[in-house]
Protein backbone atom coordinates (compact mmCIF):
# COMPACT_ATOMS: atom_id res chain seq x y z
CA UNK A 1 0.00 0.00 0.00
CA UNK A 2 1.57 3.45 -1.25
CA UNK A 3 0.24 6.57 0.96
CA UNK A 4 2.56 8.69 0.36
CA UNK A 5 1.52 12.58 -1.17
CA UNK A 6 3.23 14.85 -3.32
CA UNK A 7 2.90 18.01 -1.63
CA UNK A 8 1.63 21.22 -2.64
CA UNK A 9 3.36 23.71 -0.97
CA UNK A 10 1.33 26.42 -3.38
CA UNK A 11 -2.25 25.21 -2.75
CA UNK A 12 -1.12 24.83 0.88
CA UNK A 13 0.10 28.67 1.24
CA UNK A 14 -3.05 30.19 -0.45
CA UNK A 15 -4.87 28.00 2.08
CA UNK A 16 -3.42 29.05 5.14
CA UNK A 17 -3.64 32.92 3.37
CA UNK A 18 -7.48 32.60 3.40
CA UNK A 19 -7.51 31.33 6.67
CA UNK A 20 -6.26 34.44 8.05
CA UNK A 21 -9.07 36.68 6.02
CA UNK A 22 -11.40 37.99 7.93
CA UNK A 23 -15.01 37.21 7.30
CA UNK A 24 -16.78 34.10 5.77
CA UNK A 25 -15.24 31.42 4.00
CA UNK A 26 -15.65 28.12 2.77
CA UNK A 27 -13.27 25.45 2.76
CA UNK A 28 -12.02 26.36 -0.88
CA UNK A 29 -10.11 24.20 -3.40
CA UNK A 30 -8.76 20.88 -2.81
CA UNK A 31 -5.91 18.32 -3.65
CA UNK A 32 -7.95 16.94 -6.62
CA UNK A 33 -8.70 20.52 -8.12
CA UNK A 34 -12.01 20.26 -7.15
CA UNK A 35 -14.02 22.01 -4.84
CA UNK A 36 -15.81 21.33 -0.99
CA UNK A 37 -18.88 22.48 0.76
CA UNK A 38 -19.82 21.90 4.53
CA UNK A 39 -23.16 21.32 5.55
CA UNK A 40 -24.89 21.87 8.91
CA UNK A 41 -25.72 18.56 10.88
CA UNK A 42 -26.85 19.36 14.14
CA UNK A 43 -26.02 16.91 16.85
CA UNK A 44 -24.45 14.84 14.01
CA UNK A 45 -28.37 13.08 13.70
CA UNK A 46 -30.03 13.32 10.53
CA UNK A 47 -33.46 11.19 9.32
CA UNK A 48 -33.82 8.79 6.15
CA UNK A 49 -35.34 11.54 4.23
CA UNK A 50 -32.86 13.88 4.52
CA UNK A 51 -29.85 11.19 4.04
CA UNK A 52 -31.46 10.48 0.60
CA UNK A 53 -31.52 14.16 -0.24
CA UNK A 54 -28.01 14.47 0.63
CA UNK A 55 -27.12 11.40 -1.15
CA UNK A 56 -28.36 12.77 -4.08
CA UNK A 57 -26.80 15.72 -4.07
CA UNK A 58 -23.57 14.23 -3.43
CA UNK A 59 -24.47 11.63 -6.88
CA UNK A 60 -25.48 14.61 -8.58
CA UNK A 61 -22.54 16.71 -8.22
CA UNK A 62 -19.34 15.50 -6.05
CA UNK A 63 -17.32 12.25 -5.39
CA UNK A 64 -17.82 11.45 -2.10
CA UNK A 65 -19.32 12.93 1.09
CA UNK A 66 -17.56 12.69 4.41
CA UNK A 67 -18.37 12.83 8.11
CA UNK A 68 -15.62 14.94 9.49
CA UNK A 69 -14.66 14.84 13.59
CA UNK A 70 -17.13 18.36 13.79
CA UNK A 71 -19.97 16.25 12.75
CA UNK A 72 -20.24 18.13 9.49
CA UNK A 73 -20.71 16.81 6.14
CA UNK A 74 -17.88 17.28 3.67
CA UNK A 75 -19.22 16.91 0.04
CA UNK A 76 -15.85 16.74 -1.31
CA UNK A 77 -14.90 16.88 -4.99
CA UNK A 78 -16.99 19.49 -6.54
CA UNK A 79 -15.80 20.51 -10.20
CA UNK A 80 -15.75 24.05 -10.28
CA UNK A 81 -18.76 23.99 -12.99
CA UNK A 82 -20.67 22.69 -10.84
CA UNK A 83 -20.22 24.17 -7.37
CA UNK A 84 -22.50 26.99 -7.12
CA UNK A 85 -25.52 24.58 -8.27
CA UNK A 86 -24.61 22.37 -5.52
CA UNK A 87 -24.43 24.79 -2.98
CA UNK A 88 -27.96 25.98 -4.37
CA UNK A 89 -29.32 22.53 -3.90
CA UNK A 90 -28.05 22.12 -0.44
CA UNK A 91 -30.11 25.02 0.43
CA UNK A 92 -32.93 23.70 -1.30
CA UNK A 93 -32.77 20.66 0.76
CA UNK A 94 -32.84 22.48 4.27
CA UNK A 95 -29.73 22.42 5.32
CA UNK A 96 -26.96 25.75 6.05
CA UNK A 97 -23.74 25.85 4.21
CA UNK A 98 -21.58 26.70 7.22
CA UNK A 99 -18.78 29.07 7.06
CA UNK A 100 -15.13 27.53 8.88
CA UNK A 101 -14.30 31.18 10.11
CA UNK A 102 -13.58 32.47 13.45
CA UNK A 103 -16.78 31.76 15.95
CA UNK A 104 -18.55 29.11 17.84
CA UNK A 105 -18.94 26.40 15.71
CA UNK A 106 -21.40 23.40 15.51
CA UNK A 107 -21.71 21.66 18.88
CA UNK A 108 -20.73 18.24 18.53
CA UNK A 109 -22.43 15.74 20.41
CA UNK A 110 -22.53 11.69 20.97
CA UNK A 111 -26.27 10.23 21.38
CA UNK A 112 -26.19 10.09 25.01
CA UNK A 113 -28.78 8.32 27.05
CA UNK A 114 -31.14 8.31 24.96
CA UNK A 115 -29.83 5.43 22.76
CA UNK A 116 -26.33 4.45 24.51
CA UNK A 117 -26.09 1.93 27.07
CA UNK A 118 -23.51 4.21 28.96
CA UNK A 119 -24.94 7.16 28.76
CA UNK A 120 -25.75 8.92 31.85
CA UNK A 121 -27.44 11.98 30.91
CA UNK A 122 -29.04 12.89 27.91
CA UNK A 123 -27.09 14.97 25.01
CA UNK A 124 -29.40 15.29 21.91
CA UNK A 125 -31.70 18.29 23.64
CA UNK A 126 -28.61 19.89 25.40
CA UNK A 127 -26.56 20.15 22.40
CA UNK A 128 -29.44 21.38 20.66
CA UNK A 129 -29.96 24.19 22.92
CA UNK A 130 -26.83 25.40 23.08
CA UNK A 131 -26.08 25.70 19.30
CA UNK A 132 -29.44 27.54 19.10
CA UNK A 133 -28.26 30.31 21.74
CA UNK A 134 -24.58 30.64 20.87
CA UNK A 135 -23.56 28.95 17.57
CA UNK A 136 -22.30 31.31 15.18
CA UNK A 137 -21.42 34.00 17.84
CA UNK A 138 -17.74 36.00 16.66
CA UNK A 139 -14.82 34.72 18.54
CA UNK A 140 -10.94 35.30 18.13
CA UNK A 141 -10.36 31.97 16.84
CA UNK A 142 -12.93 29.22 16.50
CA UNK A 143 -14.36 27.75 19.41
CA UNK A 144 -15.19 24.04 19.70
CA UNK A 145 -18.32 23.08 21.85
CA UNK A 146 -18.80 19.26 23.06
CA UNK A 147 -21.78 17.19 24.85
CA UNK A 148 -20.95 14.15 25.87
CA UNK A 149 -23.14 12.15 27.93
CA UNK A 150 -21.00 9.81 30.25
CA UNK A 151 -17.08 10.02 31.33
CA UNK A 152 -15.78 8.03 28.09
CA UNK A 153 -16.48 11.16 26.23
CA UNK A 154 -16.99 9.60 23.05
CA UNK A 155 -17.49 13.39 21.78
CA UNK A 156 -14.29 14.34 22.96
CA UNK A 157 -15.28 16.57 25.33
CA UNK A 158 -11.08 16.71 26.97
CA UNK A 159 -10.22 18.02 22.62
CA UNK A 160 -12.52 21.11 22.58
CA UNK A 161 -12.64 24.74 24.06
CA UNK A 162 -15.88 23.72 26.05
CA UNK A 163 -16.62 20.29 26.65
CA UNK A 164 -19.15 18.51 29.03
CA UNK A 165 -19.92 14.75 29.86
CA UNK A 166 -22.47 13.56 31.79
CA UNK A 167 -22.04 12.21 35.29
CA UNK A 168 -24.57 10.23 37.73
CA UNK A 169 -25.64 13.88 39.31
CA UNK A 170 -24.90 16.04 36.70
CA UNK A 171 -22.35 17.70 34.47
CA UNK A 172 -18.48 18.35 34.35
CA UNK A 173 -17.74 20.79 32.31
CA UNK A 174 -13.90 21.07 30.90
CA UNK A 175 -12.59 24.07 29.09
CA UNK A 176 -8.92 24.99 26.84
CA UNK A 177 -8.83 21.51 24.82
CA UNK A 178 -7.81 21.19 21.25
CA UNK A 179 -6.68 19.38 18.59
CA UNK A 180 -4.38 20.05 15.58
CA UNK A 181 -0.47 19.92 15.54
CA UNK A 182 -0.05 20.49 19.48
CA UNK A 183 -2.74 19.03 21.28
CA UNK A 184 -4.03 20.26 24.24
CA UNK A 185 -6.21 18.58 27.06
CA UNK A 186 -8.53 20.10 28.46
CA UNK A 187 -8.99 21.25 32.21
CA UNK A 188 -11.62 20.86 34.53
CA UNK A 189 -13.65 23.85 35.07
CA UNK A 190 -16.94 22.29 37.05
CA UNK A 191 -18.70 19.40 37.91
CA UNK A 192 -21.92 18.44 39.43
CA UNK A 193 -23.87 21.26 36.87
CA UNK A 194 -27.08 20.80 35.98
CA UNK A 195 -28.44 21.57 32.43
CA UNK A 196 -30.05 24.56 33.14
CA UNK A 197 -26.90 26.23 34.81
CA UNK A 198 -24.90 24.92 31.48
CA UNK A 199 -25.55 27.77 29.01
CA UNK A 200 -24.43 30.12 31.48
CA UNK A 201 -21.31 28.87 32.04
CA UNK A 202 -20.74 28.85 28.28
CA UNK A 203 -21.85 32.46 27.70
CA UNK A 204 -19.46 33.33 30.84
CA UNK A 205 -16.08 31.34 29.22
CA UNK A 206 -17.16 33.01 25.83
CA UNK A 207 -17.50 36.46 27.43
CA UNK A 208 -14.11 36.11 29.77
CA UNK A 209 -12.56 34.27 26.07
CA UNK A 210 -13.51 37.02 24.07
CA UNK A 211 -12.63 39.98 26.25
CA UNK A 212 -8.93 38.26 27.42
CA UNK A 213 -8.09 36.66 23.67
CA UNK A 214 -5.31 38.30 21.50
CA UNK A 215 -6.19 38.59 17.58
CA UNK A 216 -6.52 34.57 16.45
CA UNK A 217 -5.43 33.63 19.64
CA UNK A 218 -7.42 29.71 20.50
CA UNK A 219 -8.50 29.37 24.28
CA UNK A 220 -6.01 27.06 24.97
CA UNK A 221 -3.61 29.65 24.63
CA UNK A 222 -5.54 32.11 26.33
CA UNK A 223 -5.08 29.78 29.36
CA UNK A 224 -1.63 29.34 28.88
CA UNK A 225 -1.08 32.82 28.68
CA UNK A 226 -2.96 34.63 31.73
CA UNK A 227 -3.50 31.20 33.62
CA UNK A 228 -6.41 28.79 34.35
CA UNK A 229 -7.01 29.92 37.77
CA UNK A 230 -6.87 34.00 37.10
CA UNK A 231 -9.68 32.83 33.46
CA UNK A 232 -11.60 30.39 35.98
CA UNK A 233 -12.06 33.36 38.72
CA UNK A 234 -13.34 35.34 35.93
CA UNK A 235 -15.65 32.94 34.31
CA UNK A 236 -17.36 32.30 38.18
CA UNK A 237 -17.44 36.23 38.38
CA UNK A 238 -19.94 36.22 35.46
CA UNK A 239 -22.09 33.31 36.02
CA UNK A 240 -25.43 35.62 37.00
CA UNK A 241 -24.37 38.21 34.03
CA UNK A 242 -27.62 37.98 31.29
CA UNK A 243 -26.38 36.77 28.17
CA UNK A 244 -29.13 37.80 25.87
CA UNK A 245 -27.03 40.28 24.35
CA UNK A 246 -24.13 37.20 23.06
CA UNK A 247 -27.51 35.31 22.18
CA UNK A 248 -28.60 37.87 19.59
CA UNK A 249 -24.95 38.84 18.70
CA UNK A 250 -24.92 35.24 17.18
CA UNK A 251 -28.16 35.06 15.85
CA UNK A 252 -27.57 38.82 13.45
CA UNK A 253 -23.86 36.72 12.81
CA UNK A 254 -25.78 33.61 11.60
CA UNK A 255 -28.21 36.06 9.76
CA UNK A 256 -25.35 37.78 8.39
CA UNK A 257 -23.80 34.60 6.89
CA UNK A 258 -26.83 33.53 5.62
CA UNK A 259 -26.99 36.59 3.34
CA UNK A 260 -23.33 36.33 2.54
CA UNK A 261 -22.42 35.35 -1.16
CA UNK A 262 -19.97 33.40 0.25
CA UNK A 263 -22.46 30.57 2.15
CA UNK A 264 -25.88 32.58 1.36
CA UNK A 265 -28.70 31.48 -1.01
CA UNK A 266 -27.56 32.35 -4.04
CA UNK A 267 -31.86 32.62 -4.70
CA UNK A 268 -31.75 35.29 -2.08
CA UNK A 269 -29.39 37.78 -4.35
Known amino acids: METTAIPD ?9 RKKQPGYRCLGKQRDGNYSLCVGIPTGCFSAAQLRKLSEIIEKYATVGHFSTAQSLIIVGIPEHKYYAARQAVHNAGFEIRSVGRDVRQVKSCTGADFSPFGLQRTIPLATELEKMFRGLPTPMKFKVSVSGCP ?12 IHGTVDGWKIFIGGKMGATPVIAEELASGIQPDDIPKYLAAVLRVYRKEAQPNERLAKTLSRIGFETFRADVLSMLDTPFDDLIKTAKDACEKAEASHCIGSLENG
Open 152 to 163: NCCANTKLNDFG
Open 9 to 17: PKLRQETLE
